[in-house]
T-cell receptor, first 117, second 111 residues
Framework: NAGVMQNPRHLVRRRGQEARLRCSPMKGHSHVYWYRQLPEEGLKFMVYLQKENIIDESGMPKERFSAEFPKEGPSILRIQQVVRGDSAAYFC???????????????FGPGTRLLVL | QKEVEQNSGPLSVPEGAIASLNCTYSDRGSQSFFWYRQYSGKSPELIMSIYSNGDKEDGRFTAQLNKASQYVSLLIRDSQPSDSATYLCAVNRPGAQKLVFGQGTRLTINP
């Protein structure tokens, strides 16, 4: 019973390069969320996606960041032209289909630690 | 005012005692509340979810919710050194399927 999978677990990029982070949700889950955790800080919501749809991207920086969840394959968080301030842990979470007005439990993947040199 | 507030700690509790972790939230419309545990360098791990006022118990863990006071807590009975971690309180934002996290409380259980 595989949980949420993320890869790579560690990613090193130089300033100006692109970073691609991948997330495969838990089996049976159709909702994916991306969160960022800066050193010594809490988790901050970035984006919420369903298959082929971005539902809420209110936490995404306006520039350089994008996310997708295609019909086939994992969800991708893409950071273009990375800067040192992008260094953080990026966590993906997934949940089953929502019922009523309640938030279904989100289960987290192991995260990708991005280091920008 | 932060949407979700926790005492950052560190909170130090002797082994075998009860650890009490507190969280307040600002939006009265929130309906779903979660406690996650995060070990250093690891990902958040769900401890408990609670949706209704009152207590919810699961093994050594008890979550307490008081919507009138906008307060949610987590009690850990018979604390073990392995409970040493950062505990994150998360609350849903009404009308949006996303969680707002507190800063986390760092808990240390002393043998």
């Amino acid at each position: 019973n595989a949980g949420v999978m993320q890869n790579p677990r560690h990613l090193v990029r130089r300033r100006g390069q692109e970073a691609r982070l991948r997330c495969s949700p838990m089996k049976g889950h159709s909702h994916v969320y991306w969160y960022r955790q800066l050193p010594e800080e809490g988790l901050k919501f970035m984006v919420y996606l369903q298959k082929e749809n971005i539902i809420d991207e209110s936490g995404m920086p306006k520039e350089r960041f994008s996310a997708e969840f295609p019909k086939e394959g994992p969800s991708i968080l893409r950071i273009q032209q990375v800067v040192r301030g992008d260094s953080a842990a990026y966590f993906c979470a997934s949940s089953p289909r929502h019922t009523g007005g309640f938030q279904e439990t989100q289960y987290f993947g192991p995260g990708t630690r991005l280091l920008v040199l | 005012q932060k949407e979700v507030e926790q005492n950052s700690g560190p909170l130090s509790v002797p082994e075998g005692a009860i650890a009490s972790l507190n969280c307040t939230y600002s939006d009265r419309g929130s309906q779903s509340f979660f406690w996650y545990r995060q070990y250093s360098g690891k990902s958040p791990e769900l401890i408990m979810s609670i949706y209704s006022n009152g207590d919810k118990e699961d093994g050594r863990f008890t979550a307490q919710l008081n919507k009138a006071s906008q307060y949610v807590s987590l009690l850990i009975r018979d604390s073990q050194p392995s409970d040493s971690a950062t505990y994150l309180c998360a609350v849903n934002r009404p009308g949006a399927q996303k969680l707002v996290f507190g800063q986390g409380t760092r808990l240390t259980i002393n043998p």
